[in-house]
């Protein structure tokens, strides 16, 4: 009778990887202000809307929109539209795809 072949073979040690870690994303830090006008701009259709119902001027929601763009643009993570906005809120944990 033969014996058995080794269902399993002995693992070699794994060799350390010479490509680099991949960088940490830098989050801009946004006041809590910024935060519920993002998501309230986010849910609405409108800047307009928005403003209706945080009870400001659109202007005032288009200032703190810029504001946003020009933090997540200084940590080298652009937002240019709506969606790019929503896509960065997504991934820095500010909102979730159940809340929407």
Known sequence: MRPLAPV???MRPAMPSTAPA???IRRPVL???EVEVLLAWL???SKDEAAEQLFIAASTVSTHLARI???YAAVG???PTKTHLLA???QD???CLEDW
């Open 88 to 90: 960065r809120a997504l």
């Open 22 to 24: 991949p960088a940490p």
């Open 93 to 95: 944990g500010i909102t």
């Open 8 to 10: 399993w073979a002995p």
């Open 77 to 79: 993570r652009p937002a």
């Open 31 to 33: 006041s809590p202000r």
């Open 43 to 45: 849910a609405a259709e």
């Open 69 to 71: 763009r020009a933090k």
